[in-house]
């Protein structure tokens, strides 16, 4: 199966977006609708939402919209300036809000007995908080937020790479989710299946987000 990098994924993305009209926003929700058909609706009915405030967050919040519509109890955490936040996180952000769904915003160490007060009384953590952005080493409130998250007993379901995974070389940026399953967009992520990926991917799902052949191919014939 065809591996790729996060610049790769980036340039596919590109192209869907401008060169053939497929707004982020399509995608985004395509891909919300693939988590949620790899969730066992009859298994789980408690989830824990965690997004970061870019697009892999994005994905997180329309899960939680989707779980919610279905009549799921979803509790929803925000880590990250939401005044940073990707437009297309801020779309599916303002919609949730408008439907008065609450969001936990976590900002300093306190919020952080919210998460750990969820977590006990959910079955699944849906762990949306970084994907092929990753950019730096994980530290501070991060940190500690995957650390109460792998500590959980939950079941943890990670949005396209676990948070802390390059994409790339499958490192640890100092932390790292430990998946029990990863649903991956359209592409399986070199770092998945690399270094320590398989240690913390879990089971890995690769899941078409509708993305056409024609900007798969312009891709990857970039390396
Ligand atoms: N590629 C596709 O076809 C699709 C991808 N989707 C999802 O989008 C993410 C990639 O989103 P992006 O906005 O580029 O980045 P992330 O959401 O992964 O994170 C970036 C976000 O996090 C900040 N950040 C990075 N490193 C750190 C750090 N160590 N500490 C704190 N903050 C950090 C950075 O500043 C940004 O704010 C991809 O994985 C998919 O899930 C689409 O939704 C569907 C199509
Ligand atoms: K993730």
Request: hydrophobic residues 40%; aromatic residues 6%; neutral net charge.
């Amino acid at each position: 199966m065809e591996k790729v990098t996060s610049k790769q994924m980036n340039l596919i993305d590109s192209f869907c977006i401008k060169a053939i009209g497929i707004p982020g926003i399509v995608l985004m929700e395509n891909a919300a609708l693939k988590v949620i058909k790899n969730i066992d609706l009859n298994s789980y009915n408690n989830f824990t939402i965690v997004a970061g405030v870019g697009n892999n967050g994005g994905d997180g919040l329309a899960i939680g919209r989707h779980l919610s519509v279905l009549g799921k109890n979803v509790n929803v955490f925000v880590i990250g300036n939401v005044r940073h936040g990707s437009k297309d996180f801020v779309t599916n952000y303002s919609i949730l809000r408008n439907m008065n769904i609450h969001i936990h915003h976590i900002l300093e160490r306190e919020d952080l007995k919210h998460l750990q007060k969820s977590v006990r009384s959910s079955e699944m953590v849906i762990d949306a908080i970084f994907g092929t952005g990753l950019s730096r080493n994980i530290e501070g409130l991060f940190e500690r937020t995957i650390s109460i998250i792998n500590k959980s007993d939950n079941f943890i379901l990670s949005v396209d790479i676990p948070s802390g995974l390059s994409s790339d070389t499958g490192e640890i940026l100092n932390t790292c989710i430990k998946a029990d399953k990863t649903v991956t967009f359209q592409l399986l992520k070199k770092g998945l299946v690399e270094n320590s990926g398989e240690k913390y991917a879990g089971e890995i799902v690769v899941e078409p987000i509708g993305m056409p052949k024609i900007a798969i191919e312009k891709g990857l014939r970039n390396f």
